[in-house]
């Protein structure tokens, strides 16, 4: 078990290193970073200040060296456009993102699963009709206009819940079901898959043959063979929405680094930018590394496997 | 049971037909049988309709702009006229025409961007699968830790930096998308590695590109195709996230994620600019996803008993 | 002896996709308490589904138990199993009657310790603290004849072999002194020497517990040693049933012969070939009104093919169904 976190953790770290490498590259494949950072009607003299003045003319392997030592102590240099620490900005704004992620996480699981799971039981049945649907609706109809539909009609039609900005509790509750839509399409689809899958299984008859109440066997015997891999796409997931809740975000005005990245874009503060994408790839990789952890509390053959 | 799972070469139902005409008719049948695959494949073929003909079939210049026309309601309410079926934009373009015509941006994208990624993928993922050891260790690590990364965040930081055009995105999502092809490929070719068939092959005397043509390639077509389908569904939603964010093609191109992102300002008092390019998103992406489903349950090779 | 189960034409059908199978037309049978049966057959002779059925463990969505009667003379009173409530059944399935099943790699739950998968049988029909059930959980192991019972109560499946894991199989199934014991092929997945040691310990629990055992297997030479009785089946029906001596000596159906001619044998002559039975297993889709076996039997005359032979009694306690008299070489002709 340990040797089998720590293999994780090795490669979760060289994938930081990857994202940080990628990062660095990307803002400087263009040619000329400080052209892409300043506005198109700076002279040329303007541009050659910046560019003294963020070192671009050092060579790369500088450059590179001095952007993860500094990394490293989580110092991303200087928003453009608000001229504050950058990283400070981004990690203001994380928790109204991980609201949001986990709250649409939550909707997601807690209305997919027990459909997946109902379908999986009797496949056929109105029950199974009805997550088939939810997972292809979840699957195709896309959140960000389907957001844009609720807010007419919820928010201002019916006035039932706020339609932008983060406030009273039920601010929440329109962004975070439309975010986490696709995700309880999926989780629908593959719960239903792996109980269909699990339900024909030979331990299952046994567990039948011993006279167990239904409940428990579906609970006890299915669901938690089930859950092996829905928890590695919850995981997966949640890291997903964490990145993807731009769209939201900037739809219902939501103070998140989704936000703050669409912004950050249209001012071109690539810095910004920047810091953001590190940011959100780290918390993502934290995650998955979790992910990884809880499933092997679940499975014990991972466990003692290792 | 070793055969029942061992892939062998061109074995679905579809093979066992004679002639073109018997496996059109086989695929009408099971089309038939599976409504859902028949309306998938009608709103499919729709939509490639509309972006194929659409100088022919757009009643407007998507790109003119007649102001005293602007903001128009559908034809069905109040203020609209048939001439504009379902209304005008703030600029007094048609937007029916307009969402026609969007059809050709989400279509070139998702295609190429398929085609590029599973080319790219493929290749990947067969190098993989086929020489296994060390090679196979770095490629199935480096794709999988790339597949753990948030896709959305990157695809929206490279945009940003690359500027808007077509070619770009279709770059972009070709390459950001390979790994899960890499993924399915590798995945197939390990599958076919192990039945040793391809060793019986081989002791046979079947050169390498009998091997690969007759044998590997009919195995990888159909998971291919039926990922490909999903993929470009979800590249067209992509395409549109990433015009909505104004990163996609330039804004005087009609493409849907232009649209909405021009009707999301609008949207409690011209609400059908934002609406309708929505719909046809979703209609496009429901076909593609009911023909992928199809697609995977018919060209499941375990298909293979012979019916009456 | 007291009887302890009686089945009266049993018949089971499976619609599916590609049409319907036929697999249980009309089994009869009786188990006496104490009793050891064993009912042998191919694989589709409809000997595993017939069973099964009694207590509904085959999957019902494309299975259909449509007729037949199987009366349990259980603790209170005789019942009849194909027609209680879920409940009832709940409470016999793994309270009076114990199930062993083929493959113990995967009929065990891989993400639940050992212990755990017979604690909650235990619990769940003795009224036994946690303390108690895991006290028996103990007790049975050591019984099943597993070295270190307090350690492998702890264990998961994947951790122990093969030949424990059937015992942690035998152990769930006798957990609550059932009256009966149905298992179905329990060596077959098992590597030959541990099959002799799984029998042996049938044995012994046999004797020690006095439940009855209905033993389904393709292999008559596991049977000679272990079976009071066999039942032959073939085509969804029964072919012949007899005490076992009996059957080794007199078999009367064409099948069993065959069967017993491809057994190897250890007293018989070395240039005697394994005779295997011509032909291939029926195909249960096709309802049929002759007997099944009459394509693959050497003996076969018009009537085979015009009636579904009987089970009737041809010599004492001993039950054929067959139109032909293999003792005479001729067809019987005696009102049958």
């Given at each position: 078990m340990l040797r089998y976190f720590l293999i994780r953790l090795g490669q979760s770290l060289a994938l930081m290193f990857g994202v940080?490498?990628?990062?660095?590259?990307?803002?400087?494949?263009?040619?000329?970073?400080?052209?892409?950072?300043?506005?198109?009607?700076?002279?040329?003299?303007?541009?050659?200040?910046?560019?003294?003045?963020?070192?671009?003319?050092?060579?790369?392997?500088?450059?590179?060296?001095?952007?993860?030592?500094?990394?490293?102590?989580?110092?991303?240099g200087e928003s453009l456009h608000f001229r504050t620490p950058a990283m400070t900005l981004v990690t203001q704004r994380l928790p109204a993102t991980v609201e949001l992620a986990a709250t649409g996480l939550l909707f997601a699981v807690l209305i997919g699963v027990p459909i997946g799971m109902m379908g999986g039981l009797k496949p056929g049945s109105a029950a199974d009709s009805l997550a088939?649907?939810?997972?292809?609706?979840?699957?195709?109809?896309?959140?960000?206009?389907?957001?844009?539909?609720?807010?007419?009609?919820?928010g201002v039609q019916l006035r039932w819940f706020p339609t932008f900005g983060r406030g009273a509790w039920n601010s929440v509750v329109m962004p975070a079901f439309v975010l986490g839509l696709p995700v309880m399409g999926q989780i629908v689809r593959l719960t239903r898959s792996t109980v269909l899958e699990i339900r024909s299984e030979d331990f299952v008859r046994t567990a039948y043959s011993k006279g167990l109440e239904p409940p428990v066997i579906y609970l006890k015997h299915i669901l938690r063979n089930a859950s092996i891999p829905i928890i590695s796409v919850i995981g997966v997931q949640f890291g997903y929405m964490l990145g993807g809740s731009i769209y939201i975000e900037t739809i219902f005005a939501w103070p998140g680094m989704g936000q703050l990245l669409q912004l950050a874009i249209g001012w071109r503060d690539f810095p910004l930018v920047q810091a953001i994408a590190i940011f959100t790839s780290t918390v993502v990789i934290a995650l998955n590394l979790l992910t990884d952890l809880v499933y092997a509390i679940i499975d014990p053959r991972i466990r003692y496997g290792f | 049971m070793a055969s029942e799972t061992s892939p062998r070469p061109a074995d679905s139902l579809l093979d066992i037909?004679?002639?073109?005409?018997?496996?059109?008719?086989?695929?009408?049948?099971?089309?038939?049988?599976?409504?859902?695959?028949?309306?998938?494949?009608?709103?499919?073929?729709?939509?490639?309709?509309?972006?194929?003909?659409?100088?022919?079939?757009?009643?407007?210049?998507?790109?003119?702009?007649?102001?005293?026309?602007?903001?128009?309601p559908p034809a069905w309410s109040v203020g609209g006229s048939w001439e504009h079926l379902l209304g005008t934009d703030t600029l007094g373009r048609d937007i029916f025409s307009r969402i026609i015509y969007g059809s050709r941006v989400s279509l070139t994208v998702g295609f190429f961007g398929v085609l590029i990624a599973g080319t790219l993928g493929m290749i990947i993922g067969a190098i993989a699968g086929y020489l296994g050891g060390r090679v196979d260790s770095v490629i199935t690590n480096t794709v999988n830790l790339v597949l753990s990364l948030p896709y959305l965040l990157f695809v929206v930081f490279i945009a940003a930096i690359f500027g808007r055009s077509l070619l770009n995105v279709i770059l972009i999502f070709g390459i950001t998308d390979a790994p899960i092809f890499a993924?399915?490929?590798?995945?197939?070719?390990?599958?076919?590695?192990?039945?040793g068939y391809v060793e019986s092959a081989r002791c046979a005397g079947a050169s390498w590109a009998r091997i690969v043509f007759d044998h590997i390639m009919p195995n990888l077509i159909g998971p291919l195709i039926t990922l490909a389908t999903f993929e470009m569904s979800a590249m067209i939603f992509y395409e549109a996230g990433l015009g909505f964010l104004g990163l996609s093609v330039p804004p005087s191109v009609p493409s849907w994620g232009n649209m909405l992102a021009a009707g999301r300002q609008y949207l409690t008092s011209y609400p059908w600019i934002a609406t309708f390019p929505g719909v046809a998103i979703m209609i496009t992406s429901l076909g593609m996803n009911l023909l992928g489903d199809w697609l995977r349950d018919v060209l499941d090779p375990r298909l293979r008993r012979a019916r009456k | 002896m007291a009887i302890i189960l009686e089945v009266r034409d049993l018949k089971t059908r499976f619609y599916t996709v590609d049409g319907v199978v036929h697999a249980v037309n009309g089994v009869s049978f009786d188990l006496a308490k104490g009793e050891t049966l064993?009912?042998?057959?191919?694989?589709?002779?409809?000997?595993?589904?017939?069973?099964?059925?009694?207590?509904?463990?085959?999957?019902?969505?494309?299975?259909?138990?449509?007729?037949?009667?199987?009366?349990?003379?259980?603790?209170?009173?005789?019942?009849?199993?194909?027609?209680?409530?879920?409940?009832?059944?709940?409470?016999?399935?793994?309270?009076?009657?114990?199930?062993?099943?083929?493959?113990?790699?995967?009929?065990?739950?891989?993400?639940?310790?050992?212990?755990?998968?017979?604690?909650?049988?235990?619990?769940?029909?003795?009224?036994?603290?946690?303390?108690e059930a895991r006290e028996r959980a103990l007790q049975l192991l050591a019984s099943v004849g597993i070295p270190d019972p307090e350690v492998r109560l702890g264990c998961y499946p994947f951790q122990l072999s093969g030949g424990m894991r059937q015992r942690v199989m035998i152990a769930i199934a006798i957990a609550c002194n059932p009256q009966i014991v149905i298992a179905d092929e329990p060596t077959t997945a098992l590597d030959v020497t541990v099959q002799?040691?799984?029998?042996?310990?049938?044995?012994?629990?046999?004797?020690?517990?006095?439940?009855a055992l209905i033993w389904i297997t393709h292999d008559l030479g596991i049977v000679a040693g272990l079976a009071d009785r066999v039942m032959v089946m073939y085509g969804g029906r029964p072919a012949e049933v007899a005490l076992?001596?009996?059957?080794?000596?007199?078999?009367?159906?064409?099948?069993?012969?065959?069967?017993?001619?491809?057994?190897?044998?250890?007293?018989?002559?070395?240039?005697?070939?394994?005779?295997?039975?011509?032909?291939?297993?029926?195909?249960?889709?096709?309802?049929?009104?002759?007997?099944?076996?009459?394509?693959?039997?050497?003996?076969?005359?018009?009537?085979?093919?015009?009636?579904?032979p009987p089970l009737v009694e041809v010599r004492p306690k001993h039950m054929a169904a067959c139109f032909f008299d293999i003792e005479r070489g001729e067809p019987r002709h005696d009102g049958n």
């Open positions: 940080l490498l990628l990062v660095f590259m990307m803002l400087r494949v263009t040619g000329d970073p400080a052209a892409l950072m300043l506005p198109r009607e700076a002279s040329a003299a303007e541009i050659e200040a910046f560019r003294e003045r963020m070192g671009f003319n050092r060579p790369i392997i500088v450059q590179f060296a001095d952007f993860l030592s500094k990394a490293v102590v989580g110092d991303f088939r649907l939810l997972a292809l609706m979840g699957q195709s109809i896309p959140n960000f206009w389907l957001a844009m539909l609720m807010i007419l009609f919820f | 037909q004679r002639t073109w005409w018997d496996r059109l008719a086989f695929i009408g049948r099971l089309l038939w049988r599976d409504k859902g695959g028949m309306l998938g494949l009608f709103l499919f073929l729709l939509v490639v309709f509309s972006a194929v003909f659409a100088p022919w079939i757009a009643p407007h210049d998507p790109l003119e702009q007649v102001m005293e026309d602007s903001k128009m993924r399915v490929t590798r995945g197939e070719v390990l599958k076919i590695r192990e039945s | 064993a009912i042998v057959g191919e694989s589709g002779s409809g000997k595993s589904v017939s069973v099964m059925s009694l207590l509904r463990l085959i999957p019902m969505p494309p299975g259909r138990i449509e007729s037949g009667q199987a009366l349990f003379y259980g603790s209170d009173g005789p019942k009849d199993l194909l027609r209680l409530s879920q409940k009832e059944l709940r409470d016999i399935r793994g309270g009076a009657i114990g199930f062993v099943f083929q493959d113990p790699a995967t009929s065990l739950n891989p993400i639940l310790t050992v212990g755990e998968q017979i604690i909650e049988i235990i619990t769940r029909h003795l009224h036994l603290s946690r303390h002799a040691q799984i029998v042996e310990l049938f044995k012994r629990l046999r004797q020690e517990l006095g439940m076992v001596d009996e059957l080794y000596d007199h078999p009367l159906h064409p099948y069993t012969i065959g069967l017993l001619g491809a057994l190897p044998r250890l007293d018989v002559d070395e240039s005697r070939r394994l005779v295997s039975i011509r032909g291939t297993p029926p195909d249960l889709m096709i309802p049929i009104q002759h007997c099944p076996f009459a394509w693959r039997c050497d003996y076969a005359f018009p009537r085979c093919w015009e009636e579904i």
